[in-house]
Each structure stands twice: as C-alpha cells, then as structure tokens.
C-alpha cells in the first residue's frame, strides 16, 4: 500500500529557552547543517552558540508563537490536513528536528499497512542542510526500523511549472494592486562551503555567480543556481522587468561567508537608494516561520523604515493556500496511479 511522509524543518516545543536549547542543539549538530569534523562541531555548538543562542532566540520565537503553537509546525499540520482532505492514500508529516519525528512519521504510516511511501521534503531547492539530511536520516531509518518499506522522493521542485505558477499567483495576488519600486526574493542562505561541497564536478562551482548561468549537473545539487531560476521562472511568468527585483539571500550565522547578497544589507541599500515602496517573498519556504515572520516581516520592515523606506510588503508563503494543496494532492495522485517509476520522482 501506498503512503505519503511529507517532512519540514521542525521548530521547538515552546519558546521556553530549555525547549529552543534542545532544539537548536539537534539541529545545529547535524554534519549538513554545521559541517564541521564532529569534535569542532560539538566545541562551537555546545561550548559555544548553546550558551548564548537560545535565550536569543527564544525572544524571537516568543514575537511569532500563535496559540497553536509554532506557525511552521501549526501551517505544516494544515496543509498535510488539507492534502489528505484530497487524496485517498495516507499522509502523515514529519520534521526532520523536534517532533513529530520522521522516525514517528514512517511508524504511523506502516501502523496503516503502508509499505511503499512517497518521501516529499518540503524545500523547493535542493540544500545539503535541507532536502540531503531528510533523505539520508530517512533512509537510516527505513533500513534500521521498515526494511520492507520502499520509498521514492519528490525531487526539489523550484523550478516544476506547478510550483511556479503557484508561487506566480501568490505574489501577483500581492503587487497587482500595489505601487512598489521593487520585489526582492529572499531566500533563506548557507554558506558558500555548502554549495561547493555539493559540486558533483567539483570543478563547476565558482560561488562568484559566474557559474549558476551556464548549464552544468552540478545544479541538480546548486542550492544558488535552483534560488535564481526560481526568481527568474516567477519574473517571466509575471513579466517583470529588469531591474525592479532582485534576490538575496537572509539568515547567516557565523563568520564564514555565506551566500551574498545578503537580505539585511540589501533592504538596507534599497532604502538609502531611494526605494520608498518594496515588496519581498521568501521563496525557500513553504510555510511561514521564524525566518519570515520575525526576520522578513519584523526585522526586515524595521531597516527598510529606518533607512528612509515608506511601504513594505511581506508576501506570505504558501501555506495552505488552495492552489497549493491543489498542487501536492495533483503531484501525489500521479505517483500514487502510476505503475511505471514516475520521471517526477528520483
Ligand atoms: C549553519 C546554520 C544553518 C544553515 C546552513 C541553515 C540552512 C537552512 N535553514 C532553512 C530553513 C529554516 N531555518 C530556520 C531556522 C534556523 N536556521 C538556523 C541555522 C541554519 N540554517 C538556525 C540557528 C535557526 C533557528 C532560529 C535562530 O536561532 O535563528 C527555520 C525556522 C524554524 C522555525 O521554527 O520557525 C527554517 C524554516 C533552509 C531552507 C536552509 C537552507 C537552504
Ligand atoms: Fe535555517
Ligand atoms: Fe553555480
């Protein structure tokens, strides 16, 4: 029987700072996440961002936790609810750090006779700290807990024409009737390390931006080339024109360079330029969440009005909007009706 494991982030339990400590503490020591030799690793998380971080944010938790819960755990609960609403297969949601665990979420589905599952990680870009951890910690349990269990994955989908014209909708649903000067696609960054390191060529990755134009295989596993298509898909679909948005990409953390431009400095350089009105849309989340409701819609309001910006526009992500769970149940349904491997999945 058929079966479907959708997998997020994951957030704390609550905004407690105990709770954000273990939180922070699974996810940061993860070798995709901070890829250092484990001994480094433990030194800086542990000994060091875990002293300091989580007080930090669990503040920041505290200015976007709904009564539910946390938005991207109560957001990812009502699109698996509505996607199941649509599809006759089992669905069940997972998180790759906190609960409800990927371990819970495969036991749910074989409890239901599930023995084939498709694996979707809800990232539309590949990221070795993202799509690769879900897969690898996925298969380690498979092979540990379900050995009878196939699974099939849902490869990233930044650039599928379902999910663009989604993401199109969403944001034109925003602009049609706003005056702004320009649209900034944030996404979420890493560091350059990361994209170099999923280099299959290991030659092809110049991180300057030099390399993410010209055709290679090494996008399938180019975090930045599969950001900037899906910026370039949604301004062609909306006929944008040059020069009104841009991409940048928000959240580093550390002193390694990370993906540049970064989000703050460019909000920053909008304003000081003149931009009075700008619009923004975080295309590498699916569903709202810290990184979007307190960086983009708070943080990011705030420097763009401090440097002389008047109107600032936060699109919010997918979420559970119609068109989307339209989109994941359409996506399902094939893979769940076909007999041949579907080209969709890897
Ligand atoms: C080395 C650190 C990090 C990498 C690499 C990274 C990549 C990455 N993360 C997301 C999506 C999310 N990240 C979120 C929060 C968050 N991310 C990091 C660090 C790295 N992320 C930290 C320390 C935190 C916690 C919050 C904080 O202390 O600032 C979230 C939000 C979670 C929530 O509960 O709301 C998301 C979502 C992507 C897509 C990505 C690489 C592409
Ligand atoms: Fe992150
Ligand atoms: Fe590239």
Redesign the pocket.
């Known amino acids: 029987m058929k079966g479907v494991l959708m997998v997020n982030?994951?957030?704390?339990k609550s905004t407690d700072p105990k709770d954000v400590k273990r939180y922070?503490g699974e996810?940061?020591m993860d070798e995709r996440?901070?890829d250092l030799p484990y001994v480094l690793r433990a030194i800086l998380v542990k000994g060091i961002i875990l002293n300091t971080?989580p007080k930090?944010?669990a503040k920041?938790?505290k200015k976007i936790w709904w009564d539910e819960g946390?938005?991207?755990i109560v957001l990812s609960e009502r699109l698996q609810e509505r996607v199941d609403e649509y599809t006759q297969i089992p669905i069940a949601l997972a998180m790759r750090y906190g609960e409800p665990s990927i371990h819970q979420g495969l036991q749910e589905l074989h409890d239901k006779g599930v023995d084939e599952v498709l694996l979707l990680p809800l990232?539309p870009?590949f990221?070795m700290?993202?799509t690769e951890t879900i897969l690898v910690l996925t298969e380690q349990l498979r092979d540990e807990h379900f050995p009878e269990m196939s699974l099939t994955t849902v490869p990233p989908f930044y650039n599928h024409p379902d999910y663009v014209n989604v993401l199109s909708a969403s944001i034109y649903e925003k602009i049609r009737n706003l005056n702004y000067d320009h649209l900034l696609f944030s996404?979420?960054g890493?560091?350059e390390r990361?994209i170099r390191k999923s280099d299959i060529t290991k030659s092809h990755c110049k991180i300057d931006g030099s390399c993410c134009q010209i055709p290679s295989k090494a996008h399938q596993f180019c975090?930045r080339h599969q950001c900037y298509e899906t910026t370039r898909l949604v301004a062609q679909t909306l006929d944008l024109k040059e020069g009104t948005y841009s991409t940048s990409f928000q959240?580093r953390?550390?002193f390694d360079p990370w993906l540049k431009p970064y989000t703050d400095r460019t909000i920053e350089k909008l304003a000081l330029e003149g931009t009075k009105n700008m619009a923004i849309v975080t295309p590498?989340?699916v569903s709202d969440?810290?990184?979007t409701l307190e960086e983009i819609a708070m943080e990011g309001e705030e420097i763009f009005h401090e440097n002389g910006g008047k109107n600032f526009t936060f699109i919010p992500c997918l979420n559970d909007r119609q068109d989307w769970v339209k989109t994941l149940s359409r996506w399902i349904d094939e893979w769940a009706t076909q007999e041949q491997p579907n080209p969709q999945t890897a």
């Open positions: 982030l994951g957030s704390p922070l996810f940061l996440v901070i971080r930090q944010s920041a938790y946390s938005p991207l990232y870009q990221a700290a993202t996404y979420h890493v560091p990361h975090y959240s953390l550390g590498a989340f969440c810290l990184e």
